[in-house]
């Protein structure tokens, strides 16, 4: 499996959205650590698929957060399975888990797989409301944090605003209550100081929808990511 700890930065592409082969082939080279595939809705078997074509030109980590059971396509590098813990219906803790197990424990390799405690802390994103989220506050992501490493001894804790950016003290807050689970922020990330001040504060920093809106910036956050945790030698 691969070491996410290793890593400091993530470029998410939307199956759902279209990307040029320049764009694609300069996202694939950029120097990120890995590529994720993984999208909210619009998420198909083919479009996953195409998409995982096109990436496998580049030799880049490409993985797989899954997110619609008829969407997973073998032959990734990795697959990131989401337990959301601010989902208000289990389902989105354990029941989809489950059901992927039951109909293909045959196909799994377990080394393949990693598991994000995703907390989900944008209420007008489309995964809070597709999971039923309840927003939580800082005591609740304090606690979804500790849950993670503590209770279920999840390889990721993923802060996840999906679109709109973050709270960087309560970024760094959840950051000191982790020691060993890999803190993942990920959503609004639009200029390069943004990236910069979240990779002071997370151990990985996942950019997505700057890469459809200005693909010079996203570009830029690569290089800015990477000084960041060599500067400073990780979380600050």
């Given amino acids: 499996?691969?070491?996410?700890?290793?890593?400091?930065?993530?470029?998410?592409?939307?199956?759902?959205?279209?990307?040029?082969?320049?764009?694609?082939?300069?996202?694939?080279?950029?120097?990120?650590?890995?590529?994720?595939?993984?999208?909210?809705?619009?998420?198909?078997?083919?479009?996953?698929?195409?998409?995982?074509?096109?990436?496998?030109?580049?030799?880049?980590?490409?993985?797989?957060?899954?997110?619609?059971?008829?969407?997973?396509?073998p032959d990734f590098d990795a697959y990131f399975i989401p337990m959301v813990l601010n989902s208000e219906d289990k389902k989105w803790m354990l029941d989809v888990q489950h059901q992927a197990v039951k109909e293909y424990s045959d196909m799994i390799n377990w080394t393949d797989m990693l598991t994000e405690g995703y907390c989900v802390l944008n209420p007008e994103a489309k995964v809070f409301q597709k999971t039923s989220c309840?927003?939580?506050?800082?005591?609740?992501?304090?606690?979804?944090?500790?849950?993670?490493?503590?209770?279920?001894r999840l390889p990721v804790f993923y802060m996840e605003y999906s679109g709109t950016y973050g709270d960087p003290t309560l970024v760094k807050e959840?950051?000191?209550?982790?020691?060993?689970?890999?803190?993942?922020?990920?959503?609004?990330?639009?200029?390069?100081?943004?990236?910069?001040?979240?990779?002071?504060?997370?151990?990985?920093?996942?950019?997505?929808?700057?890469?459809?809106?200005?693909?010079?910036?996203?570009l830029q956050t690569v290089e800015a990511v990477k000084s960041t945790k060599k500067k400073d030698g990780g979380r600050s």
């Fill in 1 to 73: 499996m691969y070491n996410i700890s290793k890593w400091d930065h993530v470029f998410k592409l939307d199956p759902n959205k279209t990307i040029s082969e320049k764009d694609l082939k300069d996202i694939c080279t950029s120097g990120t650590d890995a590529v994720m595939i993984g999208g909210t809705d619009g998420v198909t078997f083919e479009n996953v698929t195409d998409l995982q074509e096109r990436v496998e030109a580049y030799n880049v980590t490409c993985v797989l957060e899954v997110s619609d059971m008829e969407a997973v396509a």
């Fill in 134 to 152: 309840s927003l939580p506050d800082q005591a609740d992501v304090l606690a979804y944090a500790r849950m993670a490493e503590h209770l279920f």
């Fill in 174 to 218: 959840v950051a000191d209550v982790l020691e060993e689970t890999t803190l993942v922020y990920g959503g609004g990330i639009r200029t390069v100081q943004q990236a910069v001040e979240m990779a002071a504060k997370a151990d990985v920093v996942v950019i997505g929808n700057v890469i459809y809106e200005d693909i010079q910036v996203a």
